[in-house]
């Protein structure tokens, strides 16, 4: 296999569907084997089908990536079956929206599970296995970590953190050579996404956006192959906006 990647053992979650997706078949395209991770084991199969019908590396890896010892596992499952370990995606979330007043400790302690203690988990487990080689940490975070978004009171505070999280780990782990940086997508047409936005809202968010459209997956997973590899060698603690110019437009 030849590609910028060619050799490389990546671990992506969420990998089953939208951006995570993406971003698995676009490090199998350059050459990584690439496990796809996705709570749903139909999923993880879906693009692990995918990859291989372009004649890409890859293998299901279903699991839950909230929990410690189950992202543990399936990040050192990676490296001793392959014998190195050299690039985590976190990006697998669980999101509600809702008001202020609607906010359950249910959703709350779900969202917050997997979209910020998931990160932890991943950064942890990555750090060990790559504790001798270096390797890459790229934590997906959002445009929302910079915005006063209303009715996203959670997800607004979960994407702050995980820009928080991808600084200090990238002063600690840095003299490791280990890299850790954050993608801080805008909207991005995911099924997920497209199925929450009527006309109207779309056609709104494109208005706003300078370069006047929204994400596509592989925008994001384009970035998510610059972090990836060596290209981006002296990158390390930065969030890299993925929004059209949005966030910091002022329109
Ligand atoms: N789509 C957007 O507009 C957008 C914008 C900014 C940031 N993001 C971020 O990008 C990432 C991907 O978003 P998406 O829109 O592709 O989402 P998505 O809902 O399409 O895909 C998320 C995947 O994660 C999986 N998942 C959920 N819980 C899991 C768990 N505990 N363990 C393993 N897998 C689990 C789901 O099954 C799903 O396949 C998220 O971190 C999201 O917050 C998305």
Known sequence: MTGCLAGRVALVS??????????????????????VNDLKPEFTTRTVEMIRAAGGMAEALPGDAS?????RGLVLEMAAR????????????????????????KTLDRMVAIGFAGVVWGIQAAAEAMAETGGSIINIASSAAFLGMPNALTYCGIKAGVTGLTRSAAAELGPQGIRVNAIAPGSTQTEAVMAMLDEEKIAMRVARTPLRRMGRV??????ALYLASDRSSFVSGS???????????FS
């Open 218 to 223: 592989d925008d994001i997973a384009e970035a």
């Open 14 to 35: 969420g990998a089953g569907n939208g951006i995570g997706q993406a971003i698995a078949c676009k490090l199998a395209g350059e050459g990584a084997i690439v496990g």
């Open 82 to 105: 392959h014998g190195r370990f050299d690039v985590i995606v976190n990006n697998a979330a669980w999101v509600r929206y809702g008001s202020i007043a609607s906010i359950t400790e």
């Open 67 to 71: 929990k410690r010892d189950s992202v």
């Open 239 to 249: 969030v890299m906006l993925v929004d059209g110019g949005i966030t910091h437009a």
